[in-house]
């Protein structure tokens, strides 16, 4: 039982190209969610998703698309990169179901957009 | 939207005293309130979690207390650890039957001294 895997954990990028970070759980939950985490900013929500084939923003939308064609699956994609969205980013996902356990966070990716 | 607020940024503790943080929320209608403990390069971990038809929770040497008409919850750590030592984060959503957009604080860093 794995969890929820993200991958890569490091990334660095040139400003302007693109790229997908992935994300997966096997615990066959229905709700997800992307993260970022910035000094003195706590986490803040990027994207969620209730259910394959449902998507909804979060807080901080702008320059990320999602798509949430599988339960298991939940990738984020950066269109073209810029140094703002420099970050670690976290996925999380929830059985939904009343939040019993509340959401489980992968390990994160480290991006650098140079 | 919502905003939490959290307090303090850093607490440093003597190994076997008591830690306490403090979280402030905007919104009345939230009423799931959840703590995540973050160590070094790794995702945050749900520790304990409290509903807002509860006043107080406990878990062995954890508690977690709810002030609705304050809008503020607060962390107690009981006879600390070393291992304790890690980055504290409350959030605060409107529970839908698990439909959680959570809004976190921005974290607190404590530390344990032997």
């Known amino acids: 039982n794995a969890g929820v895997t993200q991958t890569p954990k490091f990334q660095v990028l040139k400003t302007g190209q693109s790229m997908t970070l992935q994300c997966a759980q096997d615990m066959n939950h229905e709700y997800m969610s992307w993260y970022r985490q910035d000094p003195g900013m706590g986490l803040r929500l990027i994207h969620y998703s209730v259910g394959a084939g449902i998507t909804d923003q979060g807080e901080v939308p702008n320059g990320y698309n999602v798509s949430r064609s599988t339960t298991e699956d939940f990738p984020l994609r950066l269109l073209s990169a810029a140094p703002s969205q420099t970050s670690v980013y976290f996925c999380?996902?929830?059985?939904?179901?009343?939040?019993?356990?509340?959401?489980?966070f992968g390990s994160g990716t480290r991006l650098t957009i140079v | 939207g919502e905003n939490v607020e959290q307090h303090p940024s850093t607490l440093s503790v003597q190994e076997g005293d008591s830690a306490v943080i403090k979280c402030t929320y905007s919104d009345s209608a939230s009423n799931y309130f959840p703590w995540y403990k973050q160590e070094l390069g790794k995702g945050p971990q749900l520790i304990i979690d409290i509903r807002s038809n509860v006043g107080e929770k406990k878990d062995q040497r954890i508690a977690v207390t709810l002030n609705k008409t304050a809008k503020h919850f607060s962390l107690h750590i009981t006879e600390t650890q070393p291992e304790d030592s890690a980055v504290y984060f409350c959030a605060a959503s409107i529970s839908n039957f698990g439909n959680e957009k959570l809004t976190f604080g921005t974290g607190t860093r404590l530390t344990i001294i032997p």
């Open positions: 999380a996902s929830s059985s939904g179901r009343d939040s019993a356990g509340g959401y489980t």
